[in-house]
């Protein structure tokens, strides 16, 4: 496409407030859970010492070339829902930290054969690993009429949700939606609001879906939470309300799925450190449109 695509992954957000976060031992172990451009991953690393080791996950093999050249660090090619199976792997028992920043990168955005955008003439696909075997596309024409109604609803919290998915089931026995641009033009009959925000709930809402977000979130912590030492701190940057409700109910011991919910309360194994959610500056914002809804939760094991 000719762009520097080392370049074009979004500026790591709270970058200051997220090593703050994390780094409590220059000589301790931890994890970063979305390398993503590797500014957080960098950042970490610039303050451990030569004891000090992080390990990074990311599912999408494309970071491959923003690894950081550095012994202290090791890149696992997963999804960190499989994170305490990988520490498995390298017989790692405790971990001192572990850090996730939950936002889409610029470059999944900018890449349009990824499928991620509205604009994009390429077919619906918003895979983050290509191992996954289901696109947006499949989504949109395999689903029944009330999977779709959740998808938009719980995901896209869109409030027309029930029109979109009882239209969409009835009109694609006639058109398969071939690309990006040909499904949001189709939205645009449901649109309210500005235009723009409705089209990115409703593409959001098909990407978590198709990468099973906030099942691998939930399944995340539940592994970050069993594997942190004693003291040991987890930090979480979300962008969207519902993630952002998975780490503070999670933090807090309440009930994330509906299992939990069957069976009560969990026992409580983190104390919050930030009663008030920590938010990018007003500069941080201006310079980087995409932070503005971020939210950064710590929490310490109890």
């Not at 010492?49 to 997963?78: C, K, M, T, Y």
């Not at 936002?103 to 690993?129: A, K, W």
């Not at 994330?256 to 009560?264: H, I, P, S, T």
Request: glycine share 6%; hydrophobic share 35%.
């Amino acid at each position: 496409m000719g762009m520097d695509e080392s370049n074009s992954y979004h500026d790591p957000v709270l970058l200051i407030e997220s090593v703050k976060a994390l780094i409590r031992k220059k000589d301790g172990l931890y994890i970063d859970g979305t390398l993503g451009g590797s500014g957080h991953s960098k950042a970490f690393l610039s303050v451990l010492d030569d004891e000090g080791r992080l390990i990074a996950f990311d599912q999408d093999r494309a970071v491959v070339r923003n690894l950081p050249q550095d012994n202290r660090f090791v890149w696992v090619h997963s999804n960190f829902r499989y994170l305490k199976k990988y520490l498995q792997y390298y017989k790692i028992e405790k971990i001192d930290g572990v850090f996730a920043d939950l936002g889409v990168s610029s470059y999944h955005f900018d890449q349009e054969d990824r499928g991620f955008s509205f604009r994009s003439g390429s077919p619906l696909d918003m895979r983050m690993s290509e191992a996954n075997p289901m696109t947006a596309h499949d989504v949109l024409m395999s689903y029944s009429q009330d999977r779709l109604l959740a998808v938009f609803h719980d995901f896209g919290e869109l409030t027309n949700a029930s029109r979109i998915a009882a239209k969409l089931v009835s009109d694609r026995k006639n058109r398969s939606f071939g690309s990006c641009i040909e499904f949001a033009t189709w939205l645009e009959q449901f649109s309210y609001g500005k235009p723009h925000q409705f089209l990115a709930k409703a593409f959001q809402a098909l990407r978590m879906e198709v990468n099973e977000e906030i099942k691998c979130l939930q399944e995340f912590l539940e592994q970050a939470g069993e594997m942190l030492v004693s003291g040991g701190v987890l930090a979480v940057i979300s962008y969207h309300s519902l993630e952002d409700r998975v780490v503070k109910n999670f933090l807090r011991g309440t009930a994330n799925d509906e299992a939990e919910k069957f069976y009560g309360r969990r026992k409580k194994i983190f104390l919050a450190e930030n009663k008030k959610v920590i938010q990018p500056s007003e500069n941080e914002q201006s310079k980087n449109p995409r932070s503005r809804s971020a939210k950064l939760r710590i929490g310490i094991k109890i």
